[in-house]
């Protein structure tokens, strides 16, 4: 059982911020109001008796801005488009920023770097929305195709929305695991957390930031240590949980900061 006024607002936020995404993925347009295109439109299936999954069905009509992305217009085509699209967007929005899937990246790389942004900005307030019953007899929300998930909310991406930057910043000699030209996002390794936090670029940013991280990138996936200097502003929720990185400059080491001679960026890794 769902408290019932919560459970109403989590399924009201989040089929509109399915369908904000979907106005920009299948038109190309950017809407703030609700009158969004009938290219694309979301259906709900009420569950079954005694269960809480609910079918959305999503109908497509081909137009020219979804054939200039896709080519062939085909449920091969559009469907790992869509859902890459969704999971994209959506686990940007949410503080656990991935680069395009597989399947999906040929697709999403044809889209603007400022409207995916512009996109994700827009959703966080109905996908905020979308949480109101986690925590209130509720544990997680997920959209699944199938087997395969394509997004969960819970406690945790909850706690991420509310994050914000905290005016302080951090200089820390990490390495970076992935990172998007197009999106200017990625992910680099944190000592803090044990674990990789997502990071995007501030507006303006240090010249010569995008070759480092990108290098940094390269250097890792060749199985060297790709370690550079990055200064990044915390974003976090409210209890200190570091969220994401806005990165402001990144640089190789300087020479003077090597320890014992050896170039941190293209050390071998340990195996």
Same mark, same amino acid.
Do not use: C
């Given at each position: ?15 509109? *911020?399915?369908?904000? #995404? ?39 009509? %081909? ?34 920023? %991935? ?30 929305? *979308? ?6 007899? *509720?544990? %997680? ?21 509310? *994050? ?18 197009? #999106? ?40 060297? #240590?790709? #370690? ?41 890794? %340990?195996?």
């Amino acid at each position: 059982m769902l408290e019932a006024h919560p459970a109403g607002q989590s399924i009201e936020g989040f089929s509109w *911020a399915l369908a904000l #995404t979907l106005n920009y993925g299948i038109t190309g347009r950017l809407r703030y109001s609700r009158d969004l295109s009938k290219s694309a439109k979301i259906f709900i299936s009420p569950p079954k008796q005694g269960s809480l999954f609910y079918d959305l069905n999503i109908l497509v009509q %081909e137009n020219p801005f979804l054939t200039v992305v896709v080519g062939s217009y085909a449920m091969n085509t559009v469907t790992p488009y869509i859902n890459g699209l969704i999971g994209y967007v959506f686990k940007q929005a949410m503080g656990i920023g %991935e680069d395009f899937v597989d399947g999906a990246d040929k697709y999403l790389k044809k889209l603007k770097n400022d409207d995916l942004k512009e996109v994700i900005k827009r959703i966080e307030p109905p996908l905020t929305r *979308a949480h109101s019953v986690i925590g209130r007899t *509720a544990d %997680e929300i997920t959209l699944h195709r199938g087997s395969a998930e394509i997004v969960k909310l819970d406690q945790s991406t909850k706690d991420n929305l509310k *994050a914000k930057p905290v005016g302080k910043y951090d200089t820390i000699n990490s390495n970076v695991t992935s990172f998007n030209i197009l #999106t200017e996002n990625g992910r680099i390794y944190s000592q803090e957390l044990q674990a990789t936090v997502p990071f995007g670029l501030r507006k303006t940013y240090r010249y010569g930031t995008t070759t480092a991280l990108i290098s940094s990138m390269e250097q890792y996936a060749i199985q060297r #240590t790709g #370690t550079i200097r990055i200064v990044g502003e915390r974003v976090e929720t409210s209890s200190g949980r570091l969220v994401k990185y806005i990165v402001g400059s990144a640089e190789e080491i300087p020479q003077s900061d090597w320890i014992d001679g050896i170039d941190p960026m293209r050390q071998r890794r %340990e195996q």
